[in-house]
């Protein structure tokens, strides 16, 4: 895909606990009544949809939810209605985007216009230079964690994915906070999300390091 391609407004699709990072496919199901709309307009279109994360708050439901700022267009790659009218779609993660502002679209969904120049490398197929060699601590590190909290993680299909997507497959699938993936999410580059990926890790071997020499 190119920059020329990348529409100006998008739909919004406010999630809470759902990350989707750039290179990454995810399955969705849909059934709100707005949503369902959303999905419509969106397979007449360009198929895209902007997924972004609800600001974890205290405000009443009736209120609407405040957005954070950074989120991720996805693009419907699989499209399936359910006899019960229900859509089950899979959205492939392409290019991170900063809201600019939401517009008023006369639609039950939300719309938003976006930029997408702090992340136009998340379009390039050309390989960051990372080693795996750089990353070896990290994945073991990772993998303990996601041992201890019983995820479990087909680490040989990973190894034959490209850098980038393993790293943004791992963060997305992480048991990291939503405020952790946000961080991961919003991490311009995948050199300086190798680093956050480092540094949150720390925090957890650090907490089970501690609460070990208290007991």
């Known amino acids: 895909m190119k920059k020329e391609e990348l529409p100006n407004t998008i739909p919004v699709f406010p999630l809470s606990n759902f990350i989707i990072f750039p290179k990454t496919t995810v399955p969705l199901n849909i059934f ?17 949809i902007g997924m972004i994360q609800p600001k974890s708050t205290n405000e009443e439901k009736s209120i609407i939810p405040s957005l954070h700022k950074i989120g991720c267009l996805g693009k419907i790659t699989s499209f399936k209605e359910t006899d019960d009218g229900r859509y089950l779609i899979d959205l492939k993660g392409i290019i991170r985007f900063k809201i600019l502002k939401e517009i008023q679209a006369n639609k039950p969904y939300r719309n938003c216009e976006v930029n997408f120049d702090d992340y136009l490398n998340d379009l390039s197929e050309k390989k960051e230079d990372l080693k795996f060699s750089d990353l070896e601590l990290i994945f073991k590190d990772l993998k303990q964690l996601f041992e201890k909290r019983g995820f479990i993680i087909n680490w040989k299909a990973l190894e034959k994915q490209s850098l980038d997507e393993t790293i943004n497959a791992l963060a997305m699938a992480s048991p990291f ?39």
């Open 177 to 215: 906070s939503l405020e952790e993936k946000q961080v991961l999410l919003e991490a311009v580059n995948l050199n300086l999300r190798k680093n956050k990926i480092a540094e949150i890790l720390s925090t957890y071997t650090f907490d089970e390091y501690n609460n070990t020499t208290l007991q």
């Open 32 to 48: 709100e009544p707005r949503y369902i709309e959303m999905i419509n307009d969106s397979m007449k279109t360009n198929k895209f």
